[in-house]
């Protein structure tokens, strides 16, 4: 975890999106930014720049999914919130799922990943306040009447914390509960509903007409908090979650999948965690 503090605007977050976007070329795929300014509340113009990853040595094919990720974290003021699960670990997650896509081009010709900036508010999530890369995304494609849209967006939340169950926010698409709660058991991964509606990244996309789900732990006792570190994480957790999503991608009638593995889906994620941090 060598960069740092990942807050909005903060050198350490323009050092994590150069990361990615080396990363990201390095296996395929063509990266646009997607910048964008919000006014703090103190007056000052804050500048965001979301990730747009596209396999490049094939054309976008549809129907197309989007995959999509936060990688800033809180701005506590008083401390430092760490973001482990919540910024680092759902990023190194989609990461990881771009390298494994990148096997087979016929199934990464079907994925839109999406890096978002400006996930966290400046005091605390509303309809105004935070999920500023998510809303900003979808009101572009509302704005150019773009028929560029996805058929389902599946949105990484604070994840890979040892302990906590994977599950989803129960205000996601039904559809995309049906679809994923099949994939757990078929993967044999236990996977629950949140026990309540949360204002995260997916309800812009469903706002916007995109069915979406959340995924998520759904143990929240450490999140945005300094306690939120390293030492959270699980390998197996890292892994689950990356599986889980690419065997939903494979599901979609589109080509097979390749087969993840632990290594590459649990040592890698856990690694690019630490190094994003």
Same mark, same amino acid.
């Given at each position: 975890?060598? =960069?740092?503090?990942?807050?909005?605007?903060s050198t350490a977050l323009d050092q994590v999106r150069g990361y990615l976007k080396s990363n990201l070329v390095t296996a395929g795929w063509e990266v646009t930014e997607q910048p964008f300014t919000e006014q703090a509340p103190g007056g000052q113009e804050i500048r965001f720049s979301s990730l747009i990853g596209r396999y490049q040595r094939v054309p976008l094919a549809k129907p197309f999914y989007l995959v999509a990720a936060h990688f800033d974290s809180l701005n506590l003021g008083f401390a430092i919130d760490p973001g482990a699960t919540?910024?680092?670990?759902?990023?190194?997650?989609?990461?990881?799922?771009? #390298?494994?896509?990148?096997?087979?081009?016929?199934?990464?010709?079907?994925?839109?990943?999406?890096?978002? +900036?400006?996930?966290?508010?400046?005091?605390?999530?509303?309809?105004?306040?935070?999920?500023?890369?998510?809303?900003?995304?979808?009101?572009?494609?509302?704005?150019?009447? %773009?028929?560029?849209? !996805?058929? !389902?967006?599946?949105?990484?939340?604070?994840?890979?914390?040892?302990?906590?169950?994977?599950?989803?926010?129960?205000? %996601? +698409?039904?559809?995309?509960?049906?679809? =994923?709660?099949?994939?757990?058991?078929?993967?044999?991964?236990?996977?629950?509903?949140?026990?309540?509606?949360?204002?995260?990244? #997916?309800?812009? =996309?469903?706002?916007?007409?995109?069915?979406?789900? !959340?995924?998520? +732990?759904?143990?929240?006792?450490?999140?945005?908090?300094?306690? +939120?570190?390293?030492?959270?994480?699980?390998?197996?957790?890292?892994?689950?979650?990356?599986?889980?999503?690419?065997? =939903?991608?494979?599901?979609?009638?589109?080509?097979?999948?390749?087969?993840?593995?632990?290594?590459?889906?649990?040592?890698?994620?856990?690694?690019?965690?630490?190094?994003?941090?």
């Amino acid at each position: 975890m060598n =960069f740092g503090n990942r807050v909005a605007g903060s050198t350490a977050l323009d050092q994590v999106r150069g990361y990615l976007k080396s990363n990201l070329v390095t296996a395929g795929w063509e990266v646009t930014e997607q910048p964008f300014t919000e006014q703090a509340p103190g007056g000052q113009e804050i500048r965001f720049s979301s990730l747009i990853g596209r396999y490049q040595r094939v054309p976008l094919a549809k129907p197309f999914y989007l995959v999509a990720a936060h990688f800033d974290s809180l701005n506590l003021g008083f401390a430092i919130d760490p973001g482990a699960t919540d910024g680092a670990a759902n990023t190194a997650v989609l990461l990881e799922i771009a #390298h494994t896509l990148a096997l087979d081009p016929r199934l990464a010709a079907h994925v839109e990943l999406l890096f978002l +900036d400006g996930h966290m508010p400046f005091h605390q999530i509303t309809p105004n306040d935070g999920l500023f890369g998510s809303r900003f995304y979808t009101q572009m494609l509302q704005i150019n009447r %773009s028929t560029d849209a !996805a058929s !389902a967006a599946v949105v990484l939340e604070q994840m890979g914390g040892a302990g906590s169950p994977l599950g989803y926010a129960m205000n %996601s +698409d039904s559809g995309l509960i049906r679809q =994923f709660r099949s994939a757990a058991e078929s993967l044999k991964i236990n996977l629950e509903s949140g026990k309540r509606p949360l204002l995260l990244d #997916h309800v812009p =996309f469903q706002n916007a007409g995109t069915p979406a789900i !959340a995924l998520l +732990d759904l143990d929240e006792s450490y999140l945005n908090t300094a306690d +939120d570190n390293a030492s959270r994480l699980s390998r197996d957790a890292l892994a689950q979650a990356g599986q889980l999503v690419l065997y =939903f991608l494979s599901e979609q009638n589109i080509s097979p999948a390749p087969a993840p593995t632990q290594t590459a889906l649990s040592e890698q994620a856990l690694r690019q965690t630490k190094g994003k941090n």
